[in-house]
């Protein structure tokens, strides 16, 4: 059974950063063959996809809206998927969810992702 742990949410001012963190652990699992992915859900709006890296790190997928702000790497040594988020707006709260898809390449629909966290809540303040 795959269990995925987010980390590093928190309350910061608009344009601050954050750094979000997912390890994910299990008996004998790797995520070395699968492609991630981070989500999120505002208050009242549908869950939305943020950014997505393949199994090997070589390619990456972001959401428009988070373009050129957000950094999604792995480090598949430590089991562990990082977003990395500079320029925070009040606009990115919401709580963030780290996923795994057995499909090892590139993903963005979250229909394809099988295991999913539990979430880390991050406030922007204005």
């Known amino acids: 059974q795959v269990q995925l742990v987010e980390s590093g949410g928190g309350l910061v001012q608009a344009g601050g950063s954050l750094r979000l963190s997912c390890v994910a652990s299990?008996?004998?699992?790797?995520?070395?063959?699968?492609?991630m992915g981070w989500f999120r859900r505002a208050p009242g709006k549908e869950r939305e996809f943020v950014a997505a890296?393949?199994?090997?790190?070589?390619?990456?997928d972001y959401a428009d809206s988070v373009k050129g702000r957000f950094t999604i790497s792995r480090d598949n040594a430590k089991n562990t998927v990082y977003l990395q988020m500079n320029s925070l707006k009040p606009e990115d709260t919401a709580v963030y969810y780290c996923?795994?898809?057995?499909?090892?390449?590139?993903?963005?629909?979250?229909?394809?992702?099988?295991?999913w966290g539990q979430g880390t809540q991050v406030t922007i303040s204005s």
């Open positions: 996923a795994a898809s057995r499909l090892g390449g590139l993903q963005s629909e979250p229909e394809v992702f099988g295991s």
């Open positions: 299990g008996r004998t699992f790797t995520i070395s063959t699968y492609a």
């Open positions: 890296i393949n199994w090997s790190g070589g390619s990456t």
